[in-house]
């Protein structure tokens, strides 16, 4: 079976076949199928080191066909994003425990991870468009997972806000084709994109990679269950814009330098922005949405250096910021787990009796921060230097500001939920599935951040 292939139908279909097995067999079954579809997105790395990119396409019009390609960039993400889902799976296992509703959000988990497949291994783009809606419904019905009044409005924010970017988006698409007549990204590779149809293309990438100025319905979608807040922004919608971006906008298109220099200004804002916006959150989860907004701000950033080292750095950017912030946002629904509360103005000294929680949280923040060895920090160094040689020297300067803030927030979440007297007692934790998930996250980011040759190794593997 063609891995791509496999890696796509299999979550998808397992989610439907899986409603059909009792209730207490559910969780295990969906979980095993994150793990059977991490594993079919390794089957891919050796072709792709070998031939570099294999292109399947079954045309249906000559608008449309079934295209997709395995190439560096695919595999990378599906294989990143398909092994945070995973862990984030297992941790599911025993903080979904409790809830009623727990089947539904296992089957719209894995409608949710086999569409994040899809789309990045998808050659089309009308394929791209169709998958990322799908992940638009699949986040609608997560976010307002709880269906109350405030999850409700969270979850139309979500979905109104980013069908507005996909809807600029679809536009771009139509007028690409009738400029081009080919919607295939292996039959416009090397073309020159013009401003509006990029500008377009771009609204749909900032509206799900939640960039200014359409970056306020992720803090709010921090009212879903910790698991759905850790995929939306560490594994997989977060994410599927700056994939889009890389794929248009490096391997495709040849954007002009004034779409570029738009781009890095607007990442640049957004790293301050959002930054500035973490600084002044009280609730844990909102806190580190915003950092999520701020670090994709590197990320596209990166990419719209427009060099290959910067490319590289920014995929490595994605692995360390996927690893760590899924952390992050486990730990928060540790701590909200055990206290019931978010605000960090109600926690304190919770390192005494939540030990393993207090250093996973620690050691995922210094990956984030960018604090040598870290993985984080050779991405983010490499990442501002590289803009600064551009020439973007007030972009490297508020990049460098940006740096500053997420020092300052997550210390300062730190300092609050883990630090100082302990205020809520109770809480404790035991040495659980959930706990032992945050520490291999925390301590991935430090070791690969050691072991750096190994990312970088794989990475100008099947990059090129």
């Not at 959150?281 to 999520?292: F, G, P, Q």
């Not at 950017?317 to 928060?332: D, E, N, Q, V």
Request: charge should be positive; glycine fraction near 8%.
């Amino acid at each position: 079976m063609n891995p791509a292939l496999g890696a796509i139908s299999l979550p998808i279909l397992g989610a439907f076949i899986i409603k059909a097995f009792p209730k207490k067999h559910k969780p295990g079954l969906s979980v095993l199928t994150l793990f059977a579809t991490f594993i079919l997105c390794l089957f891919a790395v050796p072709p792709v080191i070998k031939f570099k990119e294999i292109i399947f396409q079954k045309y249906f019009t000559d608008w449309f066909s079934l295209s997709f390609v395995i190439d560096g960039l695919s595999v990378f993400m599906a294989g990143v994003s398909s092994f945070v889902a995973l862990l984030i799976g297992l941790y599911s296992l025993e903080y979904m425990k409790e809830y009623a509703d727990k089947d539904e959000f296992y089957f719209w988990t894995l409608i949710f991870v086999g569409a994040m497949m899809g789309l990045v291994f998808s050659s089309n783009l009308i394929l791209i468009y169709c998958f990322w809606e799908v992940t638009a419904v699949c986040s609608w019905k997560l976010i307002g997972f709880y269906r109350k009044e405030k999850d409700a409005k969270a979850a139309d924010r979500a979905f109104l806000v980013t069908f507005f970017g996909a809807s600029l988006m679809l536009l771009g698409i139509v007028l690409i084709y009738l400029a081009y007549g080919t919607l295939e990204l292996s039959n416009l590779k090397t073309q020159a994109i013009g401003n509006l149809f990029a500008f377009l293309l771009l609204g749909g990438i900032i509206s799900k990679s939640a960039q200014l100025p359409l970056h306020t319905w992720l803090p709010d979608a921090g009212v879903a269950p910790t698991p759905v807040t850790a995929l939306l922004h560490a594994a997989v919608l977060v994410k599927i814009g700056v994939y889009v971006f890389a794929r248009l906008f490096y391997l495709t298109f040849i954007p002009t330098p004034v779409f570029l220099n738009s781009v890095i200004a607007l990442c640049a804002i957004t790293i301050v922005v959002a930054g500035g916006a973490a600084l002044v959150e009280s609730n844990m989860k909102r806190i580190l949405a915003y950092s999520t907004v701020s670090q994709l701000g590197y990320i596209i950033l990166a990419f719209s250096l427009g060099t290959d080292l910067a490319f590289k750095m920014a995929m490595l950017y994605i692995l360390a910021h996927s690893l760590a912030k899924a952390g992050l946002f486990l730990c928060a629904g540790i701590v909200e787990h055990k206290t019931g509360t978010k605000d960090i103005n109600e926690l304190g000294g919770l390192l005494k009796t939540m030990p393993y929680t207090g250093t996973a949280y620690l050691l995922c923040a210094f990956a984030i921060i960018g604090i040598p060895p870290f993985l984080g920090f050779w991405p983010k160094f490499m990442t501002v230097l590289f803009t600064v040689q551009q020439g973007h020297l007030w972009a490297g300067i508020l990049a460098i500001a940006g740096a500053l803030f997420t020092l300052f927030y997550l210390m300062r979440l730190f300092d609050r939920v883990f630090l100082g007297e302990v205020k809520i007692k109770a809480a404790e934790e035991s040495r659980s599935l959930m706990v032992t998930v945050v520490l291999a996250l925390g301590i991935s980011s430090l070791l690969l951040g050691l072991g750096i040759k190994f990312p970088l190794n794989f990475l100008q593997a099947v990059v090129r």
